[in-house]
């Protein structure tokens, strides 16, 4: 190793067009971070193939030279995945932005995976079909960068995860082979290696293309808004949604606080002396819809909600809709910084799970505001503060740190949807023991052994969690002893 | 009936003393499956049956979480009671099915295109792998991205990379009702009207095809079954949820043959230049064949689709059974082997040849 720019420069000039190669320190700037702009390094270089073919040539010199390679997509990840190395390959699949088919008798679309993630659903929409996993990001992110992050939005719950509408993969290996993972028909042979895939945040390959399933689109849609003056009741009214048999398209919670960002950023209409409200949507035939959402309507109102709202037209419905897709950007307006999390936890814990959040807002001393994916248990507190105030960023990650112990500890996990990535590597040591992570390295190693692809990122080194241990487990105490462990 | 039960640690003195004496496994549930995959030679078996039992149900989590051989029908009982099902409606062959076994073999009936598959319903797992080890993977929850996904590796894995302790699964709403609807039309034109319906997002939940048969499975009111009816022209069966049942545990008629019984997995509209009749579900997803064809020609053909062929049921079961790998992926695949049982103890070869 020890290759300098310049020469590794020249290298890859043999190798591709001149505009492929960004070499110079000003130009390498803008991809010093991804969505976690908290963490930044300058790479060694840019690449930004044109093809696939070039993605191979990039990674077989890299795998001969040992170079690590990390890769971005549209770098909208909020773990540091796309993080650079500074002895690496940044291997951008930006230009790889191709819908290559969309195959409207079977509901699949064959993508690049530099394809924005909306732009599937509009190629797909002449046919009367959309891609469903719609990240809040998705007028930007890419679907090899959903692939890697296995990413969500809002219409998760009914349709399921990229896992679950993605049905084949190609993968460029690190040594630059081409294989196929899934297929086209509803199962492949052999083990199911698409689920290792989806998921891995760069480590096991470079996605170069993906099949998705388009689902028709339904013929109505309506979204119920429910404002509640109690947080807790706001949870249990999603538990009772979903104990009376109903499979909501979506639902969604907002606290005041994020809600009242959002209303004052897209004015959409909310109720803001509202401790939460709830937006659910369904969605099927005129009928089935009218039926529903009358019942939705009534079990919110049972379940304690203060005043319950159907919109009246579409636009009514999409301006609810903007309010909470633009929730992160709003609630951004409130402070310089702001700090995104992502844990799960199982539905019935919310209420306990919030008002503690509440407390540790106190004891550290900045406001955060909740945004919650309610119906699938994901979790987004967003942690305000001032990274110009000497000592906070600290605060607000070790803020961070402390939620995504207490999800473990009361039986979810660290990340539902954004990654591990570099942000959450020390928690995810409070989250597994040795002999999983010890196997997750070993996973990796079957697909990267000289660890090249994205190293450092998403897996923590034993080593390191012996660190963080002693560092987190003060006088053997663990952190929320009074929560029974899963 | 037998009481529940944790056995996992006489499970794990069992991987213990095999790995003393060297000797391999042949995991059974309830040996439903016995028939699938390849033919395993003498081996000693061990025996997940005894491992059983529900270990949490929260109707308003959507999750069940149970011991590997807890039967597939205790496990529905409890789900009917609370209005629930498991979606990927897994076969039960002979009456009897583990949850375990049913996630291992990786098969879904009839429901799977609407309903998911086992990997897409997998949350978490209790792994006890080729070294004794107990681990965790996922959870309870539905959005996990922590780690690999390692639990949903195991869905269709046959058992060759650890026993299943325990898992965790998606569970959703039963459909209050459902209603079988005839396609009076001949084959071509069945297909592209379930294709149209599907297209009109009817709620199909099924659907079966063989010679000059057609039916559909509806999950609506019988109010709303009229709409549809009249909307597509098509006639109400007499046919009922027995029929369904029947056609995931294979005991139509149609199963019943002693040829050797192909499974086609294909992309719904793909072509097939075969004589024999294929009995089709999944909107041509699924089709099922019977044909002493050689395997390879078989294959080939299905192969040129894009799609995959298991040898389902009798013929040679010493040869390949599922379909080749591309040599780069059976390396993958043995080094993930070498991962999760590095001595070779579970099930060998039967999943694949020196696997
Ligand atoms: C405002 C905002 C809202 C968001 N809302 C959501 C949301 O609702 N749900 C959600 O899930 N996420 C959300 N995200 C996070 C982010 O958009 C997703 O994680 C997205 O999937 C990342 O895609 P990307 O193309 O930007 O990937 P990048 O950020 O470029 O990369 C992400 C990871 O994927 C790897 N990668 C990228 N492309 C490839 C490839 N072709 N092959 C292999 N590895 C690759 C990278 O190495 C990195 O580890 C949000 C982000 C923002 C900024």
């Known amino acids: 190793m020890g290759i300098d720019r310049q020469s590794l420069a020249a290298e890859f000039l043999n190798m591709l067009p001149s505009d492929c190669v960004i070499y110079r320190q000003e130009e390498l700037i803008p991809f010093e971070c991804d969505g976690l702009s908290a963490y930044r390094k300058v790479p060694l270089i840019v690449l930004l193939p044109y093809t696939v073919e070039q993605v191979e040539l990039v990674l077989k010199y890299c795998h001969r030279q040992k170079i690590p390679v990390v890769a971005r997509g549209a770098g909208t990840g909020l773990s540091g995945g796309a993080l650079p190395h500074e002895e690496g390959v940044l291997l951008s699949l930006a230009r790889l932005n191709k819908i290559v088919e969309v195959d409207s008798e079977n509901r699949l679309a064959r993508v690049q995976p530099g394809v924005r993630n909306l732009a599937v659903s509009e190629a797909a929409k002449p046919y009367g079909l959309y891609y469903a996993p719609d990240p809040s990001s998705q007028i930007a992110c890419s679907i090899g960068g959903n692939v890697a992050e296995n990413a969500g939005g809002v219409h998760c719950l009914k349709y399921g995860l990229t896992l679950h509408n993605v049905v084949q993969v190609t993968l460029i290996t690190i040594d630059g082979e081409r294989l196929t993972f899934g297929s086209t028909g509803l199962d492949g042979p052999g083990l199911d290696l698409l689920t290792l895939i989806t998921g891995s945040e760069g480590m096991l390959g470079l996605v170069v293309e993906v099949v998705v399933k388009l689902l028709p689109i339904p013929e109505r849609q309506q979204v119920a808004l429910a404002a509640f003056d109690d947080v807790e009741i706001a949870g249990k009214a999603v538990a009772e949604i979903i104990a009376k048999g109903i499979l909501p398209a979506g639902l969604e919670m907002m606290d005041n606080l994020s809600l009242r960002a959002a209303e004052d950023f897209v004015h959409a209409g909310y109720p803001t002396d509202a401790a939460a409200i709830l937006l659910c949507e369904v969605d099927g035939s005129e009928d089935e819809v009218s039926e529903e959402i009358m019942r939705v309507r009534q079990i919110l109102l049972d379940s304690g909600a203060r005043e319950v709202r159907t919109a009246e037209d579409e636009t009514e419905r999409m301006r609810f809709w903007a309010g909470r897709k633009n929730a992160f950007p709003a609630v951004g307006r409130l402070a310089p910084d702001y700090y995104c999390m992502d844990g799960t936890i199982p539905r019935n814990q919310l209420g306990k799970v919030l008002t503690m959040i509440g407390e540790m807002s106190e004891k550290f001393g900045l406001p955060c505001a909740n945004v919650f994916h309610a119906g699938d248990g994901n979790l987004h507190p967003l942690i305000l503060y001032d990274a110009n105030n000497e000592g906070e960023l600290e605060k607000a990650e070790e803020f961070g740190g402390e939620i995504l112990e207490l999800c473990v500890a009361v039986g979810g996990t660290i990340t539902g949807e954004h990654g591990v990535g570099i942000e959450k590597i020390n928690q995810m040591c409070a989250q597994f023991p040795d002999p999983e992570l010890e196997t997750f390295h070993a996973v990796k190693a079957v697909f990267d052994p000289h660890n090249l692809l994205n190293p450092g990122k998403a897996i923590p080194t034993l080593a390191r969690c012996a660190e963080f241990g002693a560092m987190h487990v003060h006088a053997g105490k663990l952190r929320f002893p009074e929560l029974e462990r899963f | ?355």
Request: a negative charge; aromatic letters at 6%; hydrophobic letters at 35%.
């Open chain 2, 1 to 355: 009936m037998s009481v529940d039960q944790d056995q996992s640690t006489q499970l794990q003195s069992s991987i213990k003393d095999a790995l003393a004496e060297q000797s391999s496994l042949r995991l059974i549930g309830s040996g439903s499956k016995d028939f699938y995959g390849r033919e395993l030679g003498p081996q000693s078996v061990l025996d997940l049956s005894g491992n059983r039992g529900i270990v949490s149900y929260e109707p308003t989590e959507l999750v069940i979480t149970a011991r590997g051989g807890t039967p597939l029908e205790e496990i529905e009982a409890a789900l009917e009671a609370q209005g629930q099902m498991l979606p990927f409606e897994p076969p039960h062959f002979d009456d009897k099915g583990t949850i375990g076994g049913a996630i291992a073999a990786g098969l879904s009936g009839p429901r799977r295109p609407w309903g998911g598959s086992p990997r897409d319903l997998l949350l978490g797992i209790k792994l006890l792998d080729g070294q004794g080890r107990i681990m965790s993977f996922g959870g309870q929850v539905m959005k996990n991205v922590a780690g690999y996904d390692i639990s949903r590796l195991m869905a269709g894995a046959m058992g060759t990379l650890g026993v299943l302790l325990e898992v965790s699964i998606k569970v959703l709403p039963k459909p209050v009702e459902e209603h079988t609807l005839l396609v009076d039309r001949d084959p071509d034109a069945a297909t592209s009207l379930i294709g149209a319906m599907i297209a009109d997002s009817q709620p199909i939940t099924a659907s079966y095809s063989l010679a000059d048969k057609q039916a559909i499975r509806l999950a609506c009111s019988h109010q709303r079954l009229g709409t549809i009816r009249s909307r597509y022209g098509l006639q109400e069966s007499t046919e009922s949820t027995g029929f369904w049942q029947q056609l995931r545990d294979h005991k139509l008629d149609f199963f019943q043959q002693p040829k050797t019984l192909w499974r086609l997995s294909l992309k719904p509209t793909s072509p097939l230049e075969l004589t024999e009749p294929c009995l089709q579900e999944w909107s041509g997803g699924l089709r099922w064949l019977y044909s002493e064809r050689p395997a390879a020609e078989i294959r080939n053909l299905v192969e040129r689709q894009g799609g995959h062929a298991i040898q389902f049921r009798n013929g040679d079961r010493s040869g390949d059974i599922f379909h080749p790998l591309h040599p780069r992926i059976a390396g993958i695949q043995q080094g993930l082997k070498a991962v999760f049982d590095p001595h070779g103890l579970f099930n060998p070869g039967r999943h694949y040849a020196n696997y």
